[in-house]
């Protein structure tokens, strides 16, 4: 692992970043694996109101530049000398931002956060989810397709981020009136990061993290060809997700769906080395 420059090569390393609960870290890696350099900071939780709990978009940003900074600065290397990047994060965290101007409209919700446990609540014990449930167990009967078993024991709770947008959406003006004039994005914590290094170029998350807001079926996973920008480019099929029982008719632009490992490093390194 090696990479040419003014005329000698010089050895690369990967970074690896992980955004926790309560705190966020950087490693840098050489080729065996081994640590080269590290840098860890305290995440700071909010909590306005009891059972609420948030963090700052802008400040889990500057968080996550300054451990990358530390991290390389630890290790004795030089940025330009960091060959990819790699970013796990807590799931079930979310937050929503204009998509002109990248500002959010709200802090990051918590997956702790209980503001909507009267709306799972409220749904789990609804007429609606009985009958789904019911018709599903007839559809697993007659199929013994497992996607219909799985629907047939599916239950809210505070931690699936449909029902905390649900909520925000019912409780924030702002982001009400963004998402029926589509010019709103959301994402999870991977969303945002990836946003931030690409200047707002890259809109994308992973499976695993699309799996936690409970509107991404992981039994299809139907991938299909994003057409608008005819670039051959894999997308997830909510390109534009219609929150039923929500917003009727409201559109909120949802980020790509790339599988664990696509390729984004040369967009993020470039960004890493210019403005880290």
């Known amino acids: 692992m090696g990479t040419q420059r003014n005329g000698y090569r010089k050895e690369t390393f990967i970074l690896s970043v992980d955004v926790g609960t309560t705190s966020i870290r950087c490693h840098v890696y050489d080729k065996e694996a081994k640590i080269r350099g590290t840098c860890t900071h305290k995440v700071s939780l909010l909590y306005p109101e009891p ?37 796990s994060t807590q799931r079930a965290t979310f937050t929503t931002w204009d998509r002109k101007t990248g500002h959010p409209f709200h802090n990051f919700i918590s997956w702790q956060d209980l503001r909507a446990a009267e709306l799972v609540k409220s749904w789990n014990q609804s007429c609606t989810m009985k009958s789904i449930h019911g018709v599903m167990k007839v559809l697993h009967f007659f199929t ?3 996607r219909f078993l799985a629907a047939s024991l ?37 969303t945002w990061l990836l946003y931030k290094l690409t200047k707002g170029s890259v809109h994308a998350t992973d499976y695993s993290n699309a799996s936690t807001t409970g509107i991404f079926d992981s039994y299809q996973v139907a991938m299909v060809v994003d057409t608008s920008t005819g670039t051959g480019e894999e997308a997830s099929g909510w390109g534009q997700l219609s929150l039923v029982g929500c917003h009727r008719g409201a559109e909120l632009k949802f980020s790509k769906v790339t599988a664990a490992g696509k390729k984004l490093t040369l967009n993020l390194l470039v960004q890493v080395q210019r403005d880290l």
């Open 144 to 146: 013994r397709q497992k």
């Open 51 to 87: 059972g609420r709990v948030e963090m700052d978009p802008e400040e889990l940003w500057q968080s996550f530049v300054t451990v990358v900074k530390g991290a390389v600065q630890d290790s004795g290397f030089q940025m330009w000398q960091m060959e990819a990047i790699g970013i």
């Open 154 to 190: 599916v239950v809210f709770s505070t931690q699936h981020i449909s029902l905390r947008l649900a909520w925000m959406l019912s409780n924030c003006p702002e982001l009400s009136k963004a998402v029926n004039e589509n010019s709103c994005c959301f994402g999870t914590v991977d």
